[in-house]
């Protein structure tokens, strides 16, 4: 932890890329709430939405060929709380949290949602000292390592990543199972069950293709095995 207030700032801003105009609102960004009422809590809240914006746009307008399933689990890969607090840390951040005294002996700034609530606290509070072009231009640069990466992961079909994970797991392939079909020939919609041997959990999903269906059960169940705790790459 950096001792002198001001110094602190100087050299978290330096970190960040960026100088602020009004340095109360990075102040702010830093309290947790255990340290004050006068909380990062309220600017967590708008640079969530900030955030999102900025990676969704930028999403849009550089992979022209995504779909809006791949451009919604690009998004999602990008803002969900393990990847923020993997820049927090990338930019330090655990040393200038303002911490209430039991949150900071039981090691609260190195806590990963600590850590990515502050960094969206950061966002917004960026925003607000200037405009939303500003907050884009310094929040990809944090981001910039990550985009490679999350790239190939996305652009790998959600069957085949299921399939390649489970394979390496010494578990039996997916079986997807057709549930009914339903309407008239030219608007039918399909009905897919996706069932894993060893997994007490089935998805079901619809779609107006059967691969639709079954891409989408299959990415159901990443998301599902992702929630317990596996990494899926």
């Not at 310094?138 to 999350?150: A, F, G, M, R, T």
């Not at 997916?174 to 089935?202: M, N, R, S, W």
């Amino acid at each position: 932890m950096i001792d002198n207030a001001s110094d602190s700032l100087q050299t978290l801003e330096a970190i960040l890329g960026y100088s602020f105009k009004d340095i109360a609102l990075l102040e702010q960004a830093l309290v947790h709430g255990s340290a004050d009422k006068n909380c990062n809590e309220r600017l967590e809240f708008l640079g969530d939405s900030v955030l999102g914006l900025v990676i969704a746009k930028t999403v849009y307008q550089n992979y022209p060929d995504l779909t809006e399933g791949a451009m919604s689990r690009m998004r999602s890969s990008l803002v969900k709380g393990k990847q923020l607090a993997i820049i927090a840390k990338s930019l330090k951040l655990s040393q200038f949290i303002r911490l209430g005294y039991g949150e900071k002996k039981s090691g609260g700034a190195t806590k990963a949602s600590t850590l990515a609530d502050t960094l969206e606290a950061i966002v917004a509070a960026i925003f607000l000292d200037s405009d939303f072009n500003t907050t884009s231009a310094v929040v990809l640069k944090w981001y910039q390592p990550l985009w490679e990466s999350v790239q190939q992961l996305i652009q790998k079909d959600a069957k085949s990543r299921l399939q390649e994970w489970l394979q390496a797991k010494k578990y039996t392939l997916p079986k997807y199972h057709l549930c009914g079909t339903y309407g008239h020939a030219h608007e039918a919609t399909f009905e897919i069950e996706c069932v894993v041997e060893g997994f007490d959990k089935t998805i079901k999903t619809i779609d107006s293709t059967r691969r639709g269906a079954e891409q989408q059960a299959a990415q159901q169940f990443i998301d599902w095995l992702i929630e317990q705790g596996e990494v899926i790459q």
